[in-house]
Nanobody
Framework: QVQLVESGGGLVQAGGPLRLSCAAS????????MRWYRQAPGKQRQVVAQ????????NYADSVKGGFTIARDTAKNTVYLQRNSLEPEDTAVYYC??????????WGQGAQVTVSS
């Protein structure tokens, strides 16, 4: 099993930065895929960014390209999501997800990000 603990978020003014962290523990050697999702009020959860640990490749949802950055610290088993300038439309609960290519995926507890205009 893998345990995930998210940190960061909260109330941020529009134009301010965002840095979310997701620390993994347990059977981390199985982790190949690392993703961030977000769920805005009244909307479905959608993927924001993905990182493949074996290659380091990253992918972003078309709606957020150029805005967010996904990165990882291998030594800390932590994946990050960053954005330099938040917009009110970024208000959502952000979730990290990790797992193998196929098999069981694990979710973080979610981090509320509220962007005030």
């Amino acid at each position: 099993q893998v345990q995930l603990v998210e940190s960061g978020g909260g109330l941020v003014q529009a134009g301010g930065p965002l840095r979310l962290s997701c620390a993994a523990s347990g059977r981390v050697f199985n982790i190949i895929v690392m993703r961030w999702y977000r769920q805005a009020p009244g909307k479905q959860r959608q993927v924001v960014a993905q990182l493949i640990t074996s290659s380091g490749s990253t992918n972003y949802a078309d709606s957020v390209k150029g805005g967010f950055t996904i990165a990882r610290d291998t030594a800390k088993n932590t994946v990050y999501l960053q954005r330099n300038s938040l917009e009110p439309e970024d208000t959502a609960v952000y979730y990290c997800q990790v797992g193998p290519i196929t098999g069981t995926y694990y979710w973080g507890q979610g981090a509320q990000v509220t962007v005030s205009s």
